[in-house]
């Protein structure tokens, strides 16, 4: 395994299977604690940690007021920003975020655009005054490959449990009021779910891949759908060509996950709600 | 900023699967972009840049690639190579990388939702433009050579 890792893995492969017993449109077990009991932020508006097999992702979402910009009056903030801290891998040092950081950032952030999954008009409150701006910071805990998955889960959880307070504009005054007694949940349109699939050897495809299969693909493919059956995100950074029959073969599977993660979570949202 | 990092790495991976990097061990190919004007289909423009540069420098590649970006306008119907106007109005930008070796599909970045029929059709109009591409490539590639 140390000596000769792919053919180590394509052993495997040969009889449709992976080393650590799954089949190849097999998910690792996923677990996500949400809120302020299961999960360890006590001080963001919602967070999630999420779990998928060995990889660790925790977001937390803090909303803060802020005047919207002048060009979009009526438009919130959401700011999502994933990290990569050195202690979630020894691939990753301490220091400014690294490329993998930021691409994840921006593939969060046009999930986000893409999926509507939040709608920015809904964060305003008062027209080209005041509007909420939700900073969704997405921290690996521990880095076993798909990351991509984790973290849209994450956001996802966490987002579902965001409660903001009321927050009303005294016209007298002219300065905003938070009534932290009066909370509401964030208006979530839609529930995007990734799903991602390695490349080997041009040909074969493997769902949620570890960080040892990572290292060994020629290339990976992360689908984004919604509960419409719509493709919010096809992210293919280069890589092993594929042919549109083997894309769409990765689209029907993403299909089928998100009715697996819907369920997961509608689940974990039943059991806090009663508190 | 994110969005550079996140337009090199899909470039620079998409670069690597085709440049042939074991004959050139030891070695660092650097790449280098400068947008001079954006009007529009700027990540294809950049696909077809570098890729043509690779050509210049007589690198070996196993394949030659191509980008190309469909627009999906509210009505439904798909606009090849948007220019930037386009691209605001319409409801889904999708960009693809398509390999020269059967039209592979190389490179894959979506902006807005789309249907996955909707996205098909893309994929194959965007797979019939790769062969417009392929010869204003040979013909460039004439053109710099036959003088």
Redesign the interface.
Known sequence: RTVEPLEYYRRFLKENCRPDGRELGEFRTTTVNIGKCSCSITTADGSALVKLGNTTVICGVKAELAAPAVDSANKGYIVPNVELPSLCAERFRSGPPGEEAQAASQFIADVIENSQMIVKEDLCIANGKLAWVLYCDIICLDYDGNLLDASVFALLAALKNVQLPLVTINEETGLSEVNLKQKNPLIIRKHPVATSFAIFDDTLLIVDPTAEEEDLATGTVTIVTDEEGRLCSVHKPGGSPLTGAKLQDCITRAITRHKEVKKLIDKVIKSITPK | G??E??R??????????VVLGVLHPRTAISLVLQVLSDAGSLLSCCLNAACMALLDAGLPLS?LFCGVTCALQPDGTILLDPTARQEQEAR?I?TF?I?S??R?????????????EE??QC??AA?RAADTIFQFYRDSVRRRYSK
């Open positions: 994110v969005l990092r996140s090199e790495q899909l470039l620079r991976q998409t670069c690597e699967a394949a889904a999708l990388a390999a070796s059967e592979k599909v190389l490179m894959a970045t979506t902006k807005g939702s789309c249907s996955v996205m098909q994929l194959a797979q």
